[in-house]
């Protein structure tokens, strides 16, 4: 396996990203490290983890993991495609 994910943050595997959230989120609500520690410790920029908090508060844990992409919708239609 390559670690190109190790130095570029949009490689990282969905499975490290949501674990990175977690741990963030945690650090700052229970914790009360300072959101701009947190993002320096993982090189996130603070906007990113002030975003996970407010997901975090409105939706909790479950949340912060990652979604699949909503997307366009679908130019065929069923009735098309038959």
């Known amino acids: 396996m390559e670690n190109d994910w ?7 595997p969905d499975q490290v990203t949501d674990y990175i959230r977690k741990i963030a989120v ?3 609500v229970d914790f009360e490290i300072p959101v701009e520690r947190v993002a320096q410790v993982f090189g996130i920029a603070p906007s990113a983890v ?3 908090i407010k997901r975090y508060d ?3 844990c479950l949340s912060l993991e990652t979604g699949s ?4 919708e679908p130019i ?4 098309i495609a038959r």
């Open 76 to 79: 065929i239609t069923k009735e």
């Open 6 to 12: 190790l130095n570029d943050y949009r490689k990282t």
């Open 58 to 60: 409105k939706d909790g």
């Open 50 to 52: 002030y975003a996970w």
């Open 26 to 28: 945690r650090a700052v």
């Open 69 to 72: 992409a909503p997307g366009a």
